[in-house]
């Protein structure tokens, strides 16, 4: 939707969020985005800060990018909703009865999909599905 212009894609996150804030109509995707900001109170702040989009956030510093987080949000649902790789729904219904708490069950998921999504772009491949279950499914252990 956006391609790699990632200030773009930050900037639709902060309109989508402003409009939200005024009141304003707001499309399905927006309704989403807002729905996963309004959880993170923590981010509101950076979402409405204009620099936000040209900044990087380090790592190394403890620093926590808040749109990758946010966009790992949406894509997870994204993948449970529509149960695809293949199994994830049910890792995250279990996971979600482990937690109690849906955004705590999807925050221990990030990891996961943090790291498939790292491996395959080291690797230049697809991420392996099959490896990013594995990883869920060890979560439902811990």
Same mark, same amino acid.
């Given at each position: 939707?956006?391609?790699?212009?990632?200030?773009?894609?930050?900037?639709?996150?902060?309109?989508? #969020?402003?409009?939200?804030?005024?009141?304003?109509?707001?499309?399905?995707?927006?309704?989403?985005?807002?729905?996963?900001?309004?959880?993170?109170?923590?981010? =509101? &702040?950076?979402?409405?800060?204009?620099?936000?989009?040209? &900044?990087? #956030?380090?790592?190394?510093?403890?620093?926590?990018?808040?749109?990758? =987080? $946010?966009?790992?949000?949406?894509?997870?649902?994204?993948?449970?909703?529509?149960?695809?790789?293949?199994?994830?729904?049910?890792?995250? =219904?279990?996971?979600?009865? &482990?937690?109690?708490?849906?955004?705590?069950?999807?925050?221990?998921?990030?990891?996961? $999909?943090?790291?498939?999504? #790292? &491996?395959?772009?080291?690797?230049?491949?697809?991420?392996?599905?099959?490896?990013? $279950?594995?990883?869920?499914?060890?979560?439902?252990?811990?």
């Amino acid at each position: 939707m956006f391609g790699s212009d990632r200030n773009t894609l930050r900037k639709f996150y902060q309109e989508s #969020w402003q409009k939200a804030q005024k009141g304003l109509p707001v499309t399905t995707l927006e309704q989403q985005l807002v729905r996963v900001i309004s959880e993170h109170p923590e981010y =509101h &702040k950076a979402i409405l800060d204009d620099d936000a989009t040209q &900044k990087d #956030w380090a790592v190394e510093s403890g620093d926590t990018n808040p749109f990758l =987080h $946010l966009g790992m949000h949406l894509a997870l649902r994204e993948q449970i909703s529509t149960n695809r790789p293949e199994g994830i729904a049910r890792c995250y =219904h279990e996971l979600c009865l &482990k937690t109690q708490e849906p955004l705590e069950a999807e925050h221990r998921m990030m990891d996961c $999909l943090g790291e498939a999504i #790292w &491996k395959a772009q080291r690797n230049q491949t697809a991420p392996d599905e099959a490896q990013y $279950l594995a990883c869920l499914q060890a979560l439902l252990l811990k």
